[in-house]
């Protein structure tokens, strides 16, 4: 068997070639797999420094994928993000100059300082997959991820996303500082060489095609989608959120689940697959009231308490291997 032909190993693989440069971080790089298998997009929230760009950057090269980078700011244009039409005067005809957003995997870097007008642009091409510029359609390539980043220190200047565009993100993560013995490993590394430098594509762009096709397959339980719903009712009606996720978020912790359980092996879903990605999923779509914000709640927290409080489907709510069905 081919490593293309075993999802196991070629995902496993896929963490092992990105964990080279993107040190102790492997449940944010199974989580970033998990959101292009799922045909999802991120949002990294996080402090400069600690891998952001290397995270996107490494994912592109492991994968085989095309990679572009856009450098948000307030003067960026629509145009800038996903091209342009120009006249040629020797031809007498229009050509379209493709902007970055025509690649494979697009870092979208401090997404909150371009205008809102800019973010839309980003955020159709993320929702339709395909931009439209005077009137002609173009498709984008596929797979096609976006992974947006924002400063969460630093408001001066910015335009924060509106939960309606936050909604559009299959999930949120955070890398964090690294521990001490990690921060030596990644001075020891980078001490002559770049590990981005020295990695190789670890399959093709038509691999992770196959892993969307194989995660589409998946069996879910009816059980378990019931304990997906029961999720998103909880947000909606608890104490601490103004407004809980949308059945967007349903779709996507379903979609997430089924990428996650691939990534364990096995083609069906069960409710630690859920737990695993649920607070990725869901926090960032979660609407605080006021009062919760000003005693410091947590959008996670809210999550990790329905987490909590909703009971699991019996009997592990999957469907069990044919050997533990004999």
């Not at 070629?10 to 944010?28: A, E, P």
């Not at 244009?77 to 120009?86: A, R």
């Not at 359609?137 to 797979?143: A, D, G, M, N």
Request: proline fraction near 6%.
């Amino acid at each position: 068997m081919t490593q293309a032909s075993d999802p196991r190993a070629l995902t496993q693989s896929l963490v092992g070639n990105i964990s080279t440069v993107i040190v102790g971080k492997r449940r944010v790089i199974e989580l970033s797999l998990v959101a292009l298998i799922s045909k999802g997009h991120i949002l990294i929230e996080d402090v400069p420094g600690v891998g952001k760009t290397m995270l996107a950057r490494s994912i592109a090269v492991t994968t085989g994928c095309e990679f572009r980078r856009l450098q948000f700011t307030p003067d960026l244009l629509p145009s800038d993000v996903t091209g342009v039409s120009i006249y040629n005067q020797k031809t007498e005809n229009f050509e379209f100059r493709a902007g970055p957003v025509i690649a494979q995997v697009v870092l979208a870097d401090e997404i909150n300082r371009a205008t809102p007008k800019t973010q839309s642009a980003l955020l159709e091409a993320m929702g339709e997959r395909q931009v439209t510029v005077e009137g002609i359609t173009y498709k984008l390539p596929e797979p096609f991820m976006v992974l947006a980043t924002q400063n969460p220190i630093e408001y001066e200047g910015t335009f924060p996303l509106p939960e309606a565009q936050l909604d559009r993100f299959f999930m949120r993560i955070s890398l964090g500082y690294p521990t001490r013995d990690e921060e030596i490993a990644i001075l020891d590394r980078r001490e002559q060489t770049d590990p981005i430098d020295q990695i190789r594509a670890a399959c093709k762009p038509a691999d992770i095609i196959h892993l969307q096709d194989l995660a589409d397959r998946v069996y879910i339980d009816p059980l378990v989608k019931q304990y997906i719903v029961d999720m998103a009712n909880a947000t909606r009606t608890h104490r601490e959120a103004a407004l809980g996720v949308s059945p967007r978020a349903s779709l996507s912790l379903m979609k997430g689940a089924k990428a996650f359980a691939l990534l364990q092996g096995r083609d069906y879903v069960v409710p630690d697959d859920i737990k695993g990605i649920a607070v990725s999923v869901m926090a960032h779509r979660v609407l605080l009231s006021p009062s919760a914000r000003m005693r410091g709640v947590s959008q996670e927290s809210v999550v990790e308490e329905v987490l909590a409080e909703t009971p699991v489907p019996g009997g592990g709510g999957g469907r069990q291997p044919a050997t533990a069905t004999a």
